[in-house]
């Protein structure tokens, strides 16, 4: 017995030492498992009952942490959970178990990974902590607890197959990591610095620092074919493992591909998106790849095909150069089929084919948008659509003109001031560089002894001027504040917004320093005003709580800088400043600054009341009986399952979109950058890149992330679709070439799903982008249409921060975050209604005890069908709105904080006062009856029944009007 005893002890030595490695299949099984089990289970075959059953296995994991998580096993057949589960070894290569009773023979499934679910927004579940400690009686019944390889009274039992719960989280193959023993044994035999796996794009490269198990089964690539149609643009990778040491500067060099006949692709044809490519702007650039040892590099590499490409077979050669490491050449055949793919394969997601949009330069042009006008040029003066400006010598404004009204009280100015005074400069030397019907280029240089200033500015054909001004010293000077000033006329001066105060009525005097990162002010009236946005940082997209980028160095001046206002009987001066610095001789800063002339476009108030948005794809009966039109399609819904990734569910898009153009509607679709989903196709593309497009960070965050992402990202946003379905966002960086992806994302939409435009939540691009995103949506439909959302508690202040996308925009829907009750109506017409801006906006009462008051601004609530009635009723779109905010009202009241807004049409008026007031109050109204063109002895004077609005009452010319706290009152004035 002692010999025998010695040979079962030496057995389970051998099993606790030597993991099952081989007939382990990695499959996804015909119906998914409930998710609270987790992503992924390895299935065991037992032969017959046992007490205790062992397995010793390679689960080749590359997710973080195994140890520290629950594990499950549980009966395929009844469901029944095995009770002891007695952990021998476990990490990331290995898992070695003991556990029982098992009472019947069959399979089972060990469940590693489960989780909490959650079925709402915002936040994942969480992992399960480890299971209890097994019995003590059955720990020491198979000695378990005494020496981890002589267990008494144990099944050997075996895992069949590795399953994930649906294909999207399978690990295999290219997540299957190899182990430590495995590749010191496949290094070993390749002995080269770094090591080259050549994949199709149906295999991307996923793990950075670890190498799957796919590699190590075969030799590094000396070859690679690939299988393609005419007119697809190929995709494939190059993945490059720093065997030795660091790789500096790797890169692959082609050469032409070409076949047996002689036809040529040429080399200018392919592409490596790692190592080139060409930013927002339209510029190319190279980057510099480093390798650091031990980690994977993929190279994604394009292949332009033509659409006239002769079939045939065509080879050539990569060679990949290093500058710190022996060349090595990879053949690269391309079988080209006699076939071609109209689209380039960009309906195939698969193919990966759009990471040519990357590099796209669709919308970068020199001409205006539809609504605008070519500049026009004569002398120093340039003419706008509704705007002109005259520069000086010093190429800023003398005079801006909005409508024919001249805003300025004097010419802008670009101060230095040294010994207490303002640096008076001779005259400087002035030209045009530049003319193009969409932008008008100009420098100027200024100069006395002390300083030199050089001036580049341009104008574009939305009114939007952009400066950048060189300030360079001759010799070694003190200066007290550079600063640019806007004088004012008093009567254009009424509002600001920005300065670190919310927007309303501009104050006599005001001082602000950068208590927050606030760059930009706008300071006017509703018929003129301008914003100037402070520049020089490399974000200059609105400021985000996800973006929260350090101001223009030139400008802050190490806290120095700040904003002012500064008034007289006659003139308000708002200005920027950035306080005191010395300068040695031949030392130069620069301030760049940007203008943009409001209101960038003519209000439309038809459009205002005809254009009824209804934000979800179901509209009720009641909505699409009373006009509504515009639907919006938000993400997490079957036609537009995944954030910011519109592309996955076409058939559901296009099949919805046709649905609603028949019925006369325009469908627009929630997509954006700022975060994308974890559904994502190129997702291992984009990482491949770095950080360029994806932000790094600490992880975290759902399951799936933490799974297969592993490391190095930012979670976001979170949804559960329902059937275990997650979609789970990582933050985006900010400018990079996503957004060219996205502007081609764009166009496609427009193309091939037939949208209408666009519902935008709070980007975090620049106004060049959504510049190219109006030009790109106007090749193929001139009408599209553009909505903005904005947070102000997400968004440093909505209104501002957003001003530079208005003239590429159509509507807001701002609101969520405003404290309505608190806020009076100086704030809710500057930061709220968009009128002084020149775009309507849809109110969204976020906080507030009503949701009244609204139509004092021309606004209401989307989808409030009881108001888009009486619009109809009353015939609102033909009518002309004037605002209690006007210097001569048609209508007024006794009352400060009571006003008044008319909708004047021949032979009736409508009449909408609101209400400031914190308790109910009387108000009598005061009419201009000869401008409404009616005979007070010859009205009525109604409040319409509005449903859970108000109800109907009459009264007469004169009577006071009773209006709760924060509430209103529509009255209708008509001839008997």
């Known amino acids: 017995m002692k010999k025998i005893t010695c040979f079962v002890c030496a057995l389970f030595v051998m099993w606790s030492t030597q993991a099952q490695n081989k007939d382990i299949t990695y499959t996804v099984p015909a119906a998914s498992w409930p998710e609270q089990f987790g992503n992924h289970r390895a299935v065991i075959n037992i032969k017959e009952p046992a007490d205790a059953v062992h397995i010793n296995f390679l689960w080749r994991r590359h997710d973080k942490d195994p140890e520290t998580r629950k594990m499950q096993i549980v009966s395929a057949a009844t469901g029944t959970e095995v009770p002891n589960i007695h952990r021998v070894y476990i990490d990331k ?43 003590a009686s059955w720990t020491q019944q198979h000695a378990l607890a005494d020496n981890p390889s002589a267990f008494h009274n144990v099944q050997e039992a075996t895992v069949k197959q590795i399953q994930a719960r649906s294909s999207f989280d399978s690990f295999y193959p290219m997540e299957v990591t190899a182990t430590a023993k495995e590749v010191d ?17 149906t295999y991307p490269i996923r793990m950075p620092d670890a190498l799957p198990l796919r590699w190590i089964e075969k030799q590094p690539s000396l070859a690679f074919t690939g299988h393609a149609l005419k007119n697809e643009y190929y995709a494939f990778q190059l993945g490059v493992i720093a065997a030795r040491k660091n790789i500096e500067n790797i890169k692959p060099v082609f050469s032409d591909l070409k076949d047996a006949k002689g036809n040529t692709i040429p080399l200018s044809a392919i592409t490596c998106f790692n190592t080139t490519g060409v930013d927002t702007k339209g510029k190319p650039f190279t980057k510099k790849v480093h390798i650091i040892q031990g980690k994977v590099q993929p190279l994604w590499i394009g292949i332009d095909i033509p ?18 490491a022996k060349e090595q050449t990879i053949k690269l055949q391309l079988s080209i089929a006699d076939s071609t793919l109209p689209d380039r394969g960009d309906g195939e997601t698969w193919r990966h084919s759009r990471l040519r949009w990357l590099n796209s330069t669709l919308g970068i042009n020199d001409n205006p948008t539809l609504r605008y006008k070519a500049l026009q040029a004569t002398g120093n003066r340039i003419e706008a659509t509704g705007k002109s400006v005259l520069l000086d010598s010093y190429g800023l404004p003398a005079q801006i003109n909005i409508t024919d009204k001249s805003i300025l009280a004097a010419p802008v ?26 932008i008008i280029k100009w420098k100027s240089r200024i100069e006395n002894d002390s300083l030199l200033l050089e001036c580049n500015g341009e104008m574009e054909f939305d009114g939007r001027l952009s400066y950048k001004y060189r300030v360079q010293a001759k010799i070694p000077v003190h200066i007290q504040d550079i600063r640019i000033a806007f004088p004012m006329k008093k009567k254009f001066a009424t509002y600001l917004v920005g300065m670190g105060r919310m927007g309303g009525f501009t104050p006599k005097n005001h001082i602000s320093r950068w208590l927050k990162t606030e760059d930009s002010f706008w300071i006017g009236e509703t018929s003129g005003g301008l914003q100037c946005e402070l520049r020089g940082g490399r974000y200059h997209g609105p400021l985000l709580n996800l973006y929260q980028p350090n101001p223009p160095a030139s400008w802050f001046n190490g806290v120095n800088g700040g904003f002012r206002i500064d008034s007289d009987e006659q003139t308000v001066t708002a200005s920027a400043y950035s306080g005191a610095r010395k300068m040695n001789a031949g030392q130069s800063v620069d301030y760049e600054f940007a203008v943009l002339l409001t209101p960038v476009k003519a209000m439309d108030m038809k459009k205002q009341f005809t254009e009824r948005y209804f934000h979800s794809p179901y509209p ?128 496609w939409l427009v193309k091939n799903m037939d949208i209408d435009g666009l519902y935008l939540d709070d980007v975090s691009f620049d106004r060049n982008i959504i510049k190219r995103m109006r030009k790109v949506m106007e090749l193929t439909k001139p009408d599209c249409m553009i909505d903005l959302h904005s947070n102000t508690a997400f968004s440093l202040g909505s209104m501002n921060q957003n001003l530079e996308m208005f003239p590429f925009i159509d509507k807001t829907w701002f609101g969520e975050g405003f404290n309505f009750d608190l806020m009076p109506a100086d704030f809710w017409l500057t930061e709220v209604s968009g009128i002084p801006f020149g775009i309507g906006n849809d109110v969204l009462m976020h906080m507030s005890v009503n949701n009244r008051r609204g139509m004092s601004f021309g606004m209401t609530h989307r989808g409030f069908v009881p108001m888009w009635k009486l619009w109809d009723e009353f015939g609102i779109a033909e009518a002309q709105m004037r605002g209690y905010w006007e210097k001569t009202p048609v209508v007024t009241t006794d009352h400060k904080n009571i006003v008044a807004t008319a909708y004047v049409k021949k032979g009736k008026t409508l009449i909408a006062v609101g209400s400031w007031e914190n308790k109910p109050a009387t108000v009598h109204l005061k009419l201009n009856w000869k401008v409404l063109g009616l005979d007070p002895a010859k009205v009525n004077i109604t409040a319409p029944a509005i449903d859970d609005y108000q109800v109907k009452r009459t009264y007469k010319p004169g009577e006071p009007i009773l209006i709760d706290a924060k509430g209103d009152c529509l009255l209708i004035v008509s001839e008997r």
Not at 100 to 112: L, M, N, Q, S
Not at 185 to 200: C, G, K, P, Q, Y
Not at 307 to 324: E, H, K, R, S, V
């Open 620 to 747: 009720t009966p009641e909505v699409i009986a009373n006009g509504g039109n515009v639907m919006n399609i938000h993400h997490a819904n079957p036609y537009n399952p995944f954030i910011n990734y519109p592309f996955i569910a076409q058939k559901e898009m296009k099949g919805i979109t046709e649905q609603w153009h028949a019925k006369g509607w325009k469908v627009k679709i929630y997509y954006t950058v700022r975060e994308l989903s974890n559904h994502l196709t190129e997702i291992w593309a984009l990482r491949s890149l770095g950080n360029e497009v994806l932000s790094g960070g600490d992880g975290g965050g759902y399951q799936w992330l933490q799974e297969h992402l592993v490391t190095d990202y930012s979670p976001q946003w979170y949804t559960h679709l329902g059937n275990g379905v997650v979609d789970a966002a990582i933050l985006n960086g900010s400018e990079s070439r996503w957004y060219n992806y996205y502007i081609e994302g764009l166009n």
């Open 185 to 201: 044994s496949f290094l070993h035999r390749n002995t080269a610095d770094f090591l080259v796996f050549a994949e199709d794009r």
């Open 413 to 438: 100015q670009f101060a230095v001031e040294i010994n207490n005074r303002v640096v008076v400069f001779p005259a400087g030397k002035f030209s045009i560089t530049e003319k193009k019907p969409g």
């Open 307 to 324: 659409a006239g490409a002769a079939p045939g077979n065509y080879q050539g050669m990569i060679t990949l150069a290093a500058d710190n």
């Open 93 to 135: 290569e290995r898992c070695e178990l003991v556990f029982g009773p098992v009472k019947e023979a069959g399979e089972y499934y060990f469940y590693y990974l489960p989780y909490t679910p959650e079925l709402k927004q915002y936040s994942p579940g969480y992992y399960l902590d480890p299971e209890k400690k097994p019995a």
